[in-house]
């Protein structure tokens, strides 16, 4: 009875180290992935024409190798993110509400800030 428990208790021990280790890896690859230098982000606010930061504006974010468009609707505070961008590719930025748009801004591969802030203000067109 008493090896019985100690296998056991060994399986235990080995799947709850497996389990570690398969943990602690994933999370070295996620920390590998946000270090890698090829890649930027970029993040910031659409303003409305008061200046005061503008939910459900509509982000647009242009590739302009590929031509791929990517779009994020802002949060509450007005706030927009884009993550895995290539640093060596240029990106246009337009935000737009109803009848309201930015001006188009671009993000150059000569910038070399690994998180962009990018405030995008609304005008009536």
């Known amino acids: 009875m008493q090896q019985v428990h100690r ?3 060994s399986a ?3 799947v709850t180290m497996a389990l570690i280790s398969s943990v602690t890896l994933s999370a070295q690859k996620n920390n590998d992935k946000k270090q890698d ?3 930027r982000s970029v993040e910031g606010a659409v303003l409305a024409l008061d200046k005061k930061p503008t ?6 974010l242009k590739d302009t190798r590929t031509l791929q468009v990517r779009t994020f ?3 509450e505070d007005g706030q927009y993110h884009f993550a ?3 640093t060596d590719t240029d990106y246009e930025l337009q935000a737009s509400l109803g009848e309201l748009k930015s ?3 671009r993000l150059t591969t000569f910038d070399s800030r690994k ?3 990018v405030v995008l203000q609304l005008e009536k067109k």
């Open 55 to 60: 939910p459900d504006a509509i982000v647009q």
């Open 12 to 14: 235990g021990l080995a």
């Open 37 to 39: 230098p090829n890649l």
């Open 7 to 9: 296998v056991l208790l």
């Open 103 to 105: 001006a188009s801004k």
């Open 115 to 117: 998180t962009a802030n």
């Open 73 to 75: 609707v802002t949060q």
């Open 84 to 86: 895995g961008l290539r």
